[in-house]
């Protein structure tokens, strides 16, 4: 049974730092691209990291790069969110989610923890 289970998550101040977590199980990293979504009230649902399979390519949102940083630990079987100069405007709902490499699809997704970012 494929399962993403996310920890981390809470409040953080204001240019702090936050990691996420999402442990995978029933699949095997290499045959997956991890992403991290976020979703704020009222708006929709963006894209953040993703990391690709095997590869370990990485891509990053414009309004994070040079913040956020999406690893993986193999052994552990979890990708990881690094987020640093959190910003309020980045209050949101994190996602970790799981595709096929070569499809188009997420078709698994994590419970999503609450990140919010105030003073």
């Known amino acids: 049974q494929v399962q993403l289970v996310e920890s981390g998550g809470g409040l953080v101040q204001p240019g702090g730092s936050m990691r996420l977590s999402c442990r995978a199980s029933?699949?095997?990293?290499?045959?997956?691209?991890i992403a991290w979504f976020r979703q704020a009230p009222g708006k929709e649902r963006e894209g953040v990291s993703c990391m690709v399979g095997s590869t370990g390519v990485t891509y990053d949102a414009d309004s994070v790069k040079g913040r956020f940083t999406i690893s993986r630990d193999n052994a552990k079987k979890t990708v990881s969110l690094q987020m640093n100069s959190l910003k309020p405007e980045e209050t949101a709902v994190y996602y970790c989610a799981a595709q096929i490499v070569g499809t188009t699809a997420y078709n698994y997704w994590g419970q999503g923890p609450q990140v919010t970012v105030s003073s």
């Open positions: 029933g699949f095997t990293l290499d045959d997956y691209t």
